[in-house]
């Protein structure tokens, strides 16, 4: 297989980014989650709790999206606006592009598919599973209870889904944003994995 690269969105408690782990480990190439936000911070010099406070909170209404004023310019630091989500947003923009002109690579989440939407060899998929089954998986992995686990997948999802709304003023889990669109019940982690896998070879060999 010549360069791909594979950006993996996903729900909370699908197995998104195991599912993500798993096929750079089977491929032989680089995977990348938060250490996206080291990077663009060693980048910027903006330090990385700025980083993680930007990655766990949406600022403004989703009614106004970013993508309005996004054009992926960083803005220089002796700007008020060094360190607005804005600029925040753009150098992890410029990471991502960076890593995807490095070679193939599994990038997760952070809008990644839409950073890279005109990228021909870029695969982006959506991993989901049915609220029962993402239910089961977050208590057997955070020991959490039947409630706890309700409360977090309400939660992360909503934000994931205010993020991407804010950043590409579409829908997080509009299936016309992705290439595919897996449910990880059904096929399982390794199966999810090896689809993956074998699109890339049917699309790219």
């Known amino acids: 297989m010549e360069k791909c690269v594979f950006t993996i969105a996903r729900s909370y408690g699908s197995g998104g980014r195991t599912i993500g782990k798993m096929l750079a480990e089977k491929l032989g190439i680089p ?7 080291y990077m663009a911070s ?7 709790e700025l980083f993680g406070k930007n990655d766990e909170t949406v600022k403004k209404s989703i009614l106004d999206p970013f993508n309005k004023q996004y054009r992926g310019e960083l803005i220089p630091p ?3 606006a060094f360190v607005s989500d804005k600029n925040l947003f753009n150098y992890q923009a410029k990471i991502i592009t960076e890593l ?11 809008c990644a ?29 955070t020991l959490v209870d039947d409630k706890e686990a309700k409360r977090r997948i309400r939660k992360i999802d909503e934000h994931r889904s205010a993020y991407y709304r804010y950043y590409t003023g579409h ?3 509009d299936v016309r944003n992705f290439d595919l669109c897996l449910n990880s019940s059904a096929l399982g982690f ?10 890339s070879k049917i699309r790219f060999d």
Request: glycine share 4%.
């Open 113 to 141: 598919d839409f950073i890279l939407k005109e990228q021909p060899d870029v695969i982006r998929t959506f991993i989901w599973a049915p609220h029962d089954d993402c239910i089961k998986n977050v208590m057997d992995i």
């Open 171 to 173: 829908r997080w889990d």
């Open 78 to 80: 002796e700007s008020d």
């Open 190 to 199: 390794e199966k999810t994995v090896d689809v993956i896998s074998d699109y």
């Open 100 to 110: 995807y002109r490095k070679g193939s690579c599994v990038i997760i989440g952070r």
């Open 42 to 48: 060693e980048e910027s010099g903006i330090s990385l």
């Open 31 to 37: 995977y990348y989650d938060r250490e996206i936000l």
